[in-house]
T-cell receptor
Framework: DAKTTQPPSMDCAEGRAANLPCNHSTISGNEYVYWYRQIHSQGPQYIIHGLKNNETNEMASLIITEDRKSSTLILPHATLRDTAVYYC???????????FGKGTHLIIQP | EPEVTQTPSHQVTQMGQEVILRCVPISNHLYFYWYRQILGQKVEFLVSFYNNEISEKSEIFDDQFSVERPDGSNFTLKIRSTKLEDSAMYFC???????????FGPGTRLLVL
């Protein structure tokens, strides 16, 4: 699976959009970009995923560059409960295990 | 909304004892996974399971670990002879297969004394 690079930490004001970047320059054509988050020691929570196109769901939007070498997770109106570690993971799917890096620790400031 | 459940939420055991961690995956899912997270460290993949056999395993998943799907609903991780360094959060996950999303349970916190 392709390696991902994320900033170790970011701050965002409550109510503002949080934009979390991820680089995955070695991504293959059949690999998906997944985003998860982990709040304290809870189980990782699925947020969103995409292959080529931008995606949006009730939690977030995912913007993938045309060359697929990077992506941005957008939380449109961050709340204090969005404080968590966010992981960008590239995976083919099937029985492949997810490879978690250190992620980005997002801190939402009141 | 369907979810992955795990029992127990906490387990304390003595070094050398066997432990079995239990998971109930989402009912129509076909792929099952175990991960662990040592305190302060990354989430690490242990093993994936499909069609009643191991599909993939990491270097961590050595002979002291085993997995089983004893019936149509449970998925278990057994640690045969626990060591101090097995103390961690253990997460179960399941997916429908293909490129489908893995959904995680809340975890079991294992403490080996």
């Amino acid at each position: 699976d392709a390696k991902t690079t994320q900033p170790p930490s970011m701050d965002c004001a409550e109510g503002r959009a949080a934009n979390l970047p991820c680089n995955h320059s070695t991504i293959s054509g059949n690999e998906y970009v997944y985003w998860y988050r982990q709040i304290h020691s809870q189980g990782p929570q699925y947020i969103i995923h995409g292959l080529k196109n931008n995606e949006t769901n009730e939690m977030a939007s995912l913007i993938i560059t045309e060359d697929r070498k990077s992506s941005t997770l957008i939380l449109p109106h961050a709340t204090l409960r969005d404080t968590a570690v966010y992981y960008c993971i590239v995976i083919r799917g099937g029985a492949d295990g997810l490879t978690f890096g250190k992620g980005t620790h997002l801190i939402i400031q009141p | 909304e369907p979810e992955v459940t795990q029992t127990p939420s906490h387990q304390v055991t003595q070094m050398g004892q066997e432990v079995i961690l239990r998971c109930v995956p989402i009912s129509n899912h076909l792929y099952f996974y175990w991960y662990r997270q040592i305190l302060g460290q990354k989430v690490e993949f242990l093993v994936s399971f499909y069609n009643n056999e191991i599909s993939e395993k990491s270097e961590i998943f050595d002979d002291q670990f085993s997995v089983e799907r004893p019936d149509g609903s449970n998925f278990t991780l057994k640690i045969r002879s626990t060591k101090l360094e097995d103390s961690a959060m253990y997460f179960c996950a399941s997916s429908g297969g293909g490129a489908e999303t893995q959904y995680f349970g809340p975890g079991t916190r294992l403490l080996v004394l």
